[in-house]
């Protein structure tokens, strides 16, 4: 199995900062990579897809990057809409499957 | 309106069954790929099974043999049935679509609790 490895586990930071989130994979994983955004008590949201085409509605504050085994979700000045926890998930052609991160909760500084 | 809401959640005791369902609404099910993906308390996201538009299903290796997904082209929905239930099954199930590889509609979750 691809194992997926996502940092930080949490994250502090302030309005206006420049957020950046990682994920890593065991193998090659191709840019079958995506990001989502979840709040207490609600789904998640799908942000990115294909480690770099932005969801549309999604502001462009947001951004994702990487390919092969190193990924990026970037959010270039924070808001306060953005305090969450984020997931980033794999696709895997080989079982198939897919696969999410551990997932990230950016807190208010 | 593109929505899925799904139902069916509830206490049921560990060995039991449940069978969970999804509504689509605003496009049809078996023109995509849909999914099941379940959160237990606290916890982050794991995929638990998926239909292709061909009917083909696939599940996660911790529930295969226990659960099978489903679909009704007639009534727009998919299910998910649940034998041999456990006490780490307890867990928000959403009903996700796919387009690709990834999920970009979501319903608001059903909550299933296994627990005597």
């Known amino acids: 199995d691809i194992q997926m490895t996502q940092s930080p586990s949490t994250l502090s930071a302030s309005v206006g900062d420049r957020v950046t989130i990682t994920c890593r994979s065991s193998?090659?994983?191709?840019?079958?990579l995506a990001w989502y955004q979840q709040k207490p008590g609600k789904a998640p949201k799908l942000l990115i897809y294909?480690?770099?085409s932005l969801e549309s509605g999604v502001p462009s504050r947001f951004s994702g990057s990487g390919s092969g085994t190193e990924f990026t979700l970037t959010i270039s000045s924070l808001q306060p809409d953005d305090f969450a926890t984020y997931y980033c998930q794999k696709y895997d052609s080989s079982s198939p499957s897919y696969t999410f991160g551990q997932g990230t909760k950016v807190e208010i500084k | 309106e593109v929505q899925l809401v799904e139902s069916g959640g509830g206490l049921v005791q560990p060995g039991g069954s449940l069978r969970l369902s999804c509504a689509a609404s605003g496009f049809t099910v078996s023109n995509y790929y849909m999914s099941w993906v379940r959160q237990a308390p606290g916890t982050g996201l794991e995929w638990v099974s998926i239909?292709?538009?061909?009917?083909?299903?696939y599940s996660a290796d911790s529930v295969k043999g226990r659960f099978t997904m489903s679909r009704d082209t007639s009534e727009n929905r998919v299910y998910l049935q649940m034998n041999s239930l456990r006490a780490d099954d307890t867990a928000i199930y959403y009903c996700?679509?796919?387009?690709?590889?990834?999920?970009?509609?979501w319903g608001l979750g059903t909550l299933v609790t296994v627990s005597s």
């Open positions: 294909e480690a770099s």
């Open positions: 239909i292709y538009s061909s009917g083909t299903t």
């Open positions: 193998q090659i994983i191709s840019n079958w």
């Open positions: 996700a679509r796919l387009p690709g590889t990834y999920f970009d509609l």
